[in-house]
């Protein structure tokens, strides 16, 4: 098994693959493995989906597209669960055989994809609400909600460092290079340093950064509580444009193709082109006015993201409803997509697979309580948290 990295420079040189060996049983021999994406300084971007082996980050990758490559069986089963005694909001992260999620307890735990046995746990000192690992280089980085963002070695759960970054975080980190991007409720986005949690700028907003960072062309993307979707050039903190979503934002953009999907508080999903700095279209349901907390999932022909109206919506790229789909609860739960399913919990308790095409259910699985948190997928398997406190794998 492998990572995959993806190098873009200037256009003229070829995508370059590597690829680490990874233990199938144990995360001791995570370290040195990393997953990075660098971008053309131009656009339109060029979307990067997850590769099948893992599952990085919050969405997968930089793009927080929510697509993986990985061959999910057509049929699926539980495999296994975990009880973390708290609820579980925040999405897991797969690197190889290795699951890494936060918990409300305010424990970071690495568990065996295979068979659900527990590596370690490693103690935040907080809750962890929303805010989801990454994995990079032999590091697993997570926000909690007393504001501490913490580096924690993959091999044994031990601290590498923690800082203290204002104010609560819900938003999810991002590993570019050599530092994190990661909003704070101290109304900022920031970069810090992968080495030592050393704050290299941040980046003042109007609100609360709910978002994760949507990373692309050297620039990194938030939708904002403040009603702004906002491009932060990450070498220096400086915004180097800005749109205004008319709405409050709690979703984190999905970029493909030159433009960033996100639902708002206003019940519409907008469709931004980042080469005009625009935005390119708005879809809102005819009847249902519910808003969009979900992040959108973005395949090369749908934008799939869940609604408060009880809705999955399938739209096409141009914004115009393809398909709906209804559950008996709000959807908060980010979409998760692979081999032309999607994947999906809704706080009606179930964990849905739909089509991809046309929405219609292919399987469900009642879990019992409310899933807000976003499936993760690597290696043929999906994990999904509930809120409470059970993580499952399914496969």
């Known amino acids: ?49 997850t590769p099948a ?11 927080l597209t929510g697509v993986s ?35 409300a307890k305010g424990e970071l735990v690495a568990l065996n994809l295979d068979n659900g046995s527990v590596y370690w746990k490693y103690d935040a000192g907080n ?60 109304e900022h986005l920031y970069c810090v340093s992968t080495r030592n949690g050393s704050v290299i700028w941040k980046f003042k907003t ?37 749109v205004s979503s008319g709405a409050y934002t709690g979703a984190s953009p999905a970029l493909r193709a030159g433009m960033a999907y ?16 625009e935005v390119a279209w708005r879809y809102e349901h005819p009847q249902r006015k519910f808003p969009f907390y979900s992040s959108a999932a973005v395949t090369a022909s749908r934008v799939v993201l869940g609604g408060r109206d009880k809705l999955v919506h399938g739209l096409s790229l141009n914004g115009k409803a393809a398909w709906t789909f209804a559950t008996r609860a709000r959807v908060e739960s980010s979409p998760a997509i692979a081999g ?22 292919l399987w469900e699985f009642n879990a019992g309580a409310p899933l807000s948190a976003s499936p993760a997928i690597a290696n043929g398997k999906i994990v999904i948290g509930s809120q409470d406190g059970r993580l499952y794998c399914f496969g």
């Open 262 to 277: 996100y639902g708002t508080f206003d019940n519409e999903v907008l469709g931004v082109s980042l080469e005009k700095k």
């Open 340 to 361: 032309g399913r999607v994947y999906v919990g809704s706080n009606d308790g179930r964990f849905y697979v739909l089509s991809l095409t046309n929405g219609a259910k």
């Open 53 to 63: 082996e893992n599952w990085a980050q919050f969405r997968g990758n930089h793009q």
């Open 1 to 49: 098994m492998g990572l995959l990295t993806s190098v873009s420079r200037k256009g003229a040189k070829a995508l370059r693959f590597f690829s680490k060996r990874i233990s199938s049983f144990a995360p001791l021999r995570l370290g040195g493995i990393f997953l990075t994406f660098v971008f053309l300084l131009t656009f339109p971007v060029h979307a990067q989906d």
């Open 69 to 103: 490559l990985s061959n999910v069986p057509a049929t699926l089963k539980p495999l296994w669960t975990y009880q973390a005694d708290d609820a579980i909001e925040s999405s897991a992260a797969i690197v190889g055989s290795t699951v890494f999620v936060g918990t």
């Open 127 to 186: 809750p962890i609400g929303e805010s989801s690992p990454a994995y990079s280089d032999g590091a697993v980085f997570i926000g909690d909600l007393g504001g501490m963002l913490h580096a924690v070695n993959a091999r044994d759960g031990k601290r590498f460092w923690s800082v203290k970054l204002g104010s609560e975080i819900k938003s999810s980190p991002v590993v570019y290079g050599d530092r994190i991007l990661i909003g704070s409720y101290d």
């Open 206 to 242: 109007n609100g609360p950064v709910h978002s994760t960072p949507g990373i692309a062309s050297g620039l990194a993307f938030i939708a904002g509580c403040d009603e702004v979707f906002r491009a932060i050039r990450i070498s220096d903190g400086k915004e180097v444009f800005n």
